[in-house]
């Protein structure tokens, strides 16, 4: 069984740039999750989607953030414009809905931002 | 609110030794999920195992083990005999435990170097 995949695994932009990252889940995952990893922290919530609806966006900040799954699928986590303090792993998970009732989330690769 | 305290924030051991990681939580859920993940030098996050709150039965694979007292709200990870390979950031993680897909909190992680 195929993995979640992310792309690009690297990126280096310089601040006030625009970047977005893609992810597709593993087939049949219906639920989707964004988390950013600062250097020496753990995975915080970014985003979260059911299917192609999003169940949680407290934590992203909307000002500069964004993100869809328009088909339910795969998902694209945009920045207009970039920070420095973007800098981070940009981690995207998939678990199944509604069977599984245990949560168990399968991590992509991730992929690694530095803003100059 | 849901928080993961892991202290330890680096632990080195020479190989052969054993190690205890630490995992502190605190939610006001009755129900939730406790997980341990690793994240080796490639950067993704790999799954260990995951204890629901109703189960304190303390878990043991090859050479893991876990410890969970409800009590003071711990959930430790053992490694035996560590090795090289174990070397990578380990995580602790929580979640609530409704039906369906909730989002992990994670702790900021400990440090395990393993030297030969």
Redesign the interface.
């Known amino acids: 069984e195929a993995g979640v995949a992310q792309s690009p695994r690297y990126k280096i932009i310089e601040k006030r740039q625009s970047v977005a990252f893609w992810c597709n889940p593993i087939s049949g995952h219906a639920?989707l999750?964004w988390y950013q990893q600062i250097l020496?922290?753990?995975?915080?919530?970014l985003i979260?989607f059911?299917n192609n609806g999003v169940v949680?966006d407290s934590q992203l900040p909307k000002d500069r953030f964004s993100a869809e799954r328009l088909k339910g699928v795969d998902s694209t986590l945009k920045i207009q414009p970039a920070k420095l303090e973007d800098s981070a792993?940009y981690?995207c998970?998939s678990?199944?809905?509604?069977e599984?009732?245990?949560?168990?989330?399968?991590?992509?690769?991730?992929t690694?931002l530095t803003v100059l | 609110a849901q928080k993961v305290t892991q202290a330890q924030t680096e632990i080195s051991v020479v190989e052969k030794e054993d190690v205890t990681l630490d995992c502190v939580y605190e939610t006001r859920d009755t129900t939730y999920y406790l997980f341990w993940y690793k994240q080796p030098p490639s950067g993704e996050l790999v799954f260990l195992i995951r204890r629901n709150s109703f189960d304190e039965q303390n878990e043991i694979s090859g050479r893991y083990s876990w410890n969970f007292q409800k009590s003071t709200s711990s959930f430790n990870f053992t490694i035996t005999a560590s090795q090289v390979v174990d070397s990578a950031v380990y995580f602790c993680a929580l979640s609530e435990a409704e039906a369906g897909n909730t989002p992990l909190v994670f702790g900021k992680g400990t440090r395990l170097s393993v030297i030969a």
Do not use: W
């Open positions: 639920t999750y020496g922290q753990g995975p915080k919530l979260q059911q949680d792993v981690l998970a678990s199944l809905y509604p599984d009732s245990y949560n168990e989330q399968f991590f992509g690769p991730g690694r």
